[in-house]
């Protein structure tokens, strides 16, 4: 099979494009004579609110497509693909996925979310590496532009979802003569109500027992637990009974049940999995659980576990030194200290003033005097004393 066996609008992609190639499609139960559909959405941020209203378009949109029937062509990467694709095959439907290299390649992608794509018995994997146009004047721009002209040209149907105003998919659906309603942009939002900005500790008592202690705080999940998958992300971010992101005070819950805080690698150098705790000072402490804008989240919520400060240096906790990241020497972690570049601006983390320890955290090693729960109000803190043999104190009982 050829691409122009494949083509439902051949003139909607570039006259370069080579539609004498081969299809990469392998699978004999694909025929060209499928119906396939692609559902078009705007760039979202990969987090996303479960109630998020291009969300409840999609599924509305994928309720009118026979999973028996119809194929989706869609793309991989961010989550106006991933959601949408994930629905369809839950739904026993099967779906032409659009790849190429470069799709794999930003930060806010995950490949453990790929992998489980790639491995499931419904999806056929289309490489479009191969058949791009030659030139590249626009390379950054260019890759997303012919998959989105290709996911158009492939399919019989084309459902517009949510569409941003001056944005790509308003021109592809020029493009393809589709009559929407483009909305404008909306500004994203914090994605929980942590009431961080009214946390003040005045009492010189207080601060004596928050700064004897470092302290794990938690920020909402954007990713499976670690004992799930993305299968059960995706379906819990489609069920409208279900937070996702997962709240930060769900987080917290997780580790008082496990009795453990769980080390991780992400955004550490070397990629050693540690858990991370902070020894700031009280007057900087809130300054941890302000909104960050160019994080898209807030940096920490204001729930924690403290554990006392000489007990985790006996545990093998260190302080980070933070480096200028200018020394090529090679001078990383050892064994006895941790480094990290400390970043200029608004990506300046000495605010933090972390400690870390390699490999998890054994809070059942610990005796209830050497551990602090804290949350950040008073009813909250009657419902965890229930949980846990840890005293449990509250911010709204300590401003």
């Known amino acids: 099979m050829l691409w122009s066996d494949w083509l439902v609008h051949p003139r909607a992609i570039p006259d370069s494009f080579p539609r004498g190639s081969a299809f990469p499609a392998h699978e004999r139960a694909l025929s060209p004579e499928m119906p396939r559909f692609t559902l078009l959405n705007s760039h979202v941020r990969h987090r996303s609110q479960h109630d998020a209203p291009w969300i409840r378009k999609s599924i509305e949109l994928l309720g009118s497509m026979q999973p028996g029937r119809d194929l989706m062509v869609t793309s991989i990467g961010m ?57 590249s004047s626009d390379r950054s721009h260019h890759v997303e532009s012919v998959r989105d002209l290709l996911m158009g040209a492939l399919s019989h149907t084309l459902l517009p979802g949510e569409i941003l105003k001056g944005g790509r998919m308003e021109q592809l659906c020029d493009r393809f003569h589709l009559k929407v309603t483009p909305i404008a ?104 659980f302000t909104w960050q804008n160019h994080l898209n989240r807030l940096r920490f919520s204001p729930y924690g576990i403290g554990i006392a400060r000489q007990r985790a240096l006996d545990l093998g906790f260190r302080p980070v030194s933070y480096s200028d990241g200018s020394r090529e020497d090679g ?15 608004r990506w300046d983390w000495r605010d933090e003033s972390e400690f870390r320890v390699r490999g998890d955290v054994r809070l059942d090693r610990l005796d209830p005097r050497e551990c602090i729960v804290i949350v950040r109000k008073e009813s909250e803190r009657l419902r965890f004393v229930r949980m846990t043999p840890f005293p449990v104190i509250s911010w709204e009982a300590l401003v």
């Open 79 to 135: 989550l106006q693909f991933d959601l949408p694709l994930s629905d369809w095959l839950l739904r026993g439907g099967r779906a032409l996925v659009l790849t190429h290299p470069r799709f794999f390649t930003l930060p806010h992608h995950h490949r453990q979310m790929y992998q489980w794509f790639f491995n499931h018995p419904c999806v056929c994997d289309i490489p479009i590496s191969a058949v791009l146009p030659a030139r």
């Open 185 to 288: 942009a909306r500004r994203q939002a914090p994605t929980s109500d942590t009431g961080a900005e009214c946390i003040r500790v005045k009492s010189a008592g207080a601060s004596g027992i928050l700064e004897s202690h470092l302290w794990h705080f938690t920020r909402e999940l954007d990713h499976p637990w670690p004992d799930s998958g993305w299968d059960v992300y995706c379906r819990d971010l489609l069920d409208p009974g279900t937070i996702v992101p997962y709240p930060a005070i769900d987080v917290l819950i997780r580790i008082l049940m496990e009795r453990r805080i769980r080390a991780s690698a992400h955004l550490l150098r070397g990629r050693e999995p540690m858990v991370c705790f902070t020894g700031a000072p009280m007057n900087r402490i809130p300054k941890l």
């Open 331 to 345: 001078s990383g972690d050892s064994p006895g200290s941790f480094t990290h570049p400390r970043g200029v601006g």
